[in-house]
């Protein structure tokens, strides 16, 4: 009698045993979250400049997900300021709105300038229970939009006229993308004392395009500065600054300008030579006549 008590006992613990194990199981098994990226701003990023994202935790209503571990890994495509935080702790059980249960876990990151037009992968790190002597991390791919708006530009002096004192620039979109709105400004600088106007309007201007733009003005050996702006293909008003180097021995000398000169030259001496035939007719003329004068005066 007495073993089929101690058996009843040890079958009775044993099933409360493997009830609780079971249920701490199903309380572990209930803590499933839902990661998504809600937000980037702006949206496509930008290779070179920094994106707001806004990532959304569901699920979190569940207490059983203890303290929750969140990390946004540091890593191509993005890059985090020195001493920003990548991660952070959520208290789960807390998080309702709307009737429904998330968090909004908010990152500024620079995105990398080598990053690639379209989807690139987020890897984000996460862990339920994080407290608990040896936590299991769980991985997270998500996609970040990315497209390079930008463009980019070359910018030459092609030509300077010492006569009229008229600088011609040439520009190239050397970028991938049109661009509107094309304006270049020449700023206050002490290697070109400009004359009148400032600001060039070039309007639309493809991928691959090339035009000339003249400013008056007297430039000095060096770099000239420009400002160039414009919208890029999502509407964004962009601006950027080239320097070009001005080398006044390089529109010097120049066969055109002693053709130039030689012709000058040659119509100031016809000029001349003409002014001087003229007078030394009239002088002759001019004697001519007083001869005459002279001859009736003595026959009379």
Do not use: H
């Not at 009830?19 to 199903?26: D, K, L, P, V, Y």
């Not at 011609?168 to 991938?176: A, M, Q, R």
């Not at 962009?238 to 002693?258: C, M, S, Y």
């Amino acid at each position: 009698m007495k073993k089929v008590i101690n058996f009843a006992i040890i079958f009775i613990a044993t099933a409360m045993l493997i009830g609780i194990t079971g249920a701490s199981q199903a309380n572990v098994g209930a803590c499933n979250p839902s990661i998504s990226l809600l937000n980037q701003d702006p949206y496509p990023a930008i290779p070179g400049e920094y994106v707001k994202l806004v990532f959304q935790v569901d699920g979190l209503d569940n207490s059983n997900c203890g303290n929750f571990y969140f990390e946004l890994i540091n890593d191509y495509p993005i890059s985090f300021d020195p001493g920003a935080n990548t991660s952070l702790i959520l208290q789960s059980g807390t998080y309702v709105s709307n009737y429904g249960s998330f968090a909004l876990v908010p990152f500024k990151v620079r995105v990398n300038e080598t990053a690639l037009n379209g989807d690139n992968e987020l890897w984000v790190k996460y862990s339920p229970n994080n407290q608990v002597a040896q936590p299991t991390y769980f991985l997270k791919k998500l996609n970040l939009a990315v497209n390079d708006t930008k463009s980019d530009f070359e910018v030459s002096i092609k030509d300077y006229d010492y006569t009229t004192q008229t600088a011609t620039f040439e520009i190239l979109n050397i970028g991938k993308n049109n661009v509107e709105g094309l304006t270049v400004d020449l700023p206050n600088q002490e290697n070109f004392s400009v004359k009148g106007n400032t600001r060039n309007i070039l309007g639309s201007f493809n991928s691959g395009d090339d035009t000339s733009f003249t400013f008056e003005g007297i430039p000095k050996k060096g770099a000239i500065s420009l400002d160039i702006k414009y919208n890029d293909n999502i509407g964004v008003r962009r601006e950027l600054t080239k320097a070009v180097n001005f080398d006044p021995e390089l529109f010097t000398g120049r066969i055109k300008d002693q053709k130039s000169t030689n012709y000058t030259f040659i119509i100031v001496l016809l000029i001349v030579i003409g002014i001087i035939v003229w007078l030394v007719i009239r002088s002759r003329n001019k004697k001519k006549k007083n001869a005459l004068r002279l001859q009736a005066l003595k026959r009379n």
